[in-house]
Nanobody
Framework: QVQLVESGGGLVQAGGSLRLSCAAS????????WGWFRQAPGKEREFVCG????????YYADSVKDRFTISRDHAKNMVYLQMNSLKPDDTAVYYC???????????WGQGTQVTVSS
């Protein structure tokens, strides 16, 4: 079955950096678009960034543009989220998600907690 497993979360001071990883299995990695979402306490889950299945396009929420970078490694079936200049507002559980080609996100990981202290 399809499994997405996130790692790399933790506690960091404001201004610091973290890199999240998402290990994918049970699917043909190159056929999927990938995204990162987050959910803060008391808030709805929101889109953070995504990369198209072809890899030719990336998308970012305005709140993270120029600070976060999504990337993927086909050989390792891995998706990454490099987060720089972290702010307390970035505190949330971060989820990796997969969408077949241009479809809706259908597979989700269990999430990894990111906490940014001021």
């Amino acid at each position: 079955q399809v499994q997405l497993v996130e790692s790399g979360g933790g506690l960091v001071q404001a201004g610091g950096s973290l890199r999240l990883s998402c290990a994918a299995s049970g699917l043909t990695f190159s056929n999927y678009a990938w995204g990162w979402f987050r959910q803060a306490p008391g808030k709805e889950r929101e889109f953070v960034c995504g990369i198209s299945w072809s890899g030719g396009s990336t998308y970012y929420a305005d709140s993270v543009k120029d600070r976060f970078t999504i990337s993927r490694d086909h050989a390792k079936n891995m998706v990454y989220l490099q987060m720089n200049s972290l702010k307390p507002d970035d505190t949330a559980v971060y989820y990796c998600a997969a969408a077949f080609r241009s479809g809706k996100y259908e597979y989700w990981g269990q999430g990894t907690q990111v906490t940014v202290s001021s």
